[in-house]
Nanobody, 125 residues
């Protein structure tokens, strides 16, 4: 069973920085894209950033120039460096892994996407 575990959330003042990490574990053979969504109270979940398997990044317009996504394929881990944080960046941040191939323990393969449990980021003004 593949699991994604996030870390690095917390409380920070506006203008500050945080670094989120998300490690995927399990009998993983390959992962397509990895990335981050966030959900603010009362709002829909929105895409923040993604990193393709080759590391090519894609950002939401609201975070471009402030956030940097990176990944370490050897560790099945994706990172999100968040600088110049604003109160509107507050929310629960969820990582995901897309097109993930893993072993099912019975000699078969599983092809699916997975989500972390979320980590709270709060930016005070």
């Amino acid at each position: 069973q593949v699991q994604l575990v996030e870390s690095g959330g917390g409380l920070v003042q506006a203008g500050g920085s945080l670094r989120l990490s998300c490690a995927a574990s399990g009998s993983i053979l390959s992962i397509g894209a990895m990335g981050w969504y966030r959900q603010a109270p009362g709002k829909q979940r929105e895409l923040v950033a993604t990193a393709a398997e080759d590391g090519s990044p894609n950002y939401a317009a609201s975070v471009k120039g402030r956030f940097t996504i990176s990944r370490d394929n050897a560790k099945n881990t994706v990172y999100l460096q968040m600088n110049s944080l604003k109160p509107e960046d507050t929310g629960v941040y969820y990582c995901f892994s897309d097109q993930t191939v893993s072993m099912d323990g019975s000699g078969g393969y599983v092809f699916d996407e997975y989500w972390g449990q979320g980590t709270q980021v709060t930016v005070s003004s």
